[in-house]
């Protein structure tokens, strides 16, 4: 499994989070958004082509606009789905840590 260590973290309850991760995501650079407690980051693994590791902890290679489109229809946050259109876009995929409702978009 890749390290995803050296990424930027930014938490999305912060005013303006999903305005700074588009900006980052066109500059091309991947960054973790940690979504925090309560967050249902539950998708469907093969509707997104995403691959399970760690016995279902994590989902690696996922569709960015599928995979944020579902979570921000789940959560009622549209503004993770226009997120996950910027990431297409770049060229970048999701990747899920389900343990620590993460998001991590990466090239």
């Not at 606009?65 to 996950?84: E, F, I, M, Y």
Request: charged content about 25%; overall charge negative; hydrophobic content about 45%.
């Amino acid at each position: 499994m890749r390290n995803f260590d050296n990424l930027p973290v930014m938490a999305w309850d912060r005013e303006n989070s999903a305005l700074r991760a588009r900006v980052q995501i066109m500059h091309e650079e991947p960054l973790i958004l940690e979504m925090g407690s309560g967050f249902d980051i539950t998708v469907n693994a093969d509707a997104c082509k995403c691959q399970t590791v760690d016995d279902g902890k994590t989902f690696m290679g996922c569709d960015p606009k599928c995979t944020l489109s579902l979570l921000a229809d789940a959560n009622h946050l549209p503004a993770l789905a226009k997120v996950g259109e910027v990431a297409e876009q770049a060229g970048m995929l999701v990747a899920l840590d389900r343990a620590r409702s993460r998001i991590i978009i990466y090239d």
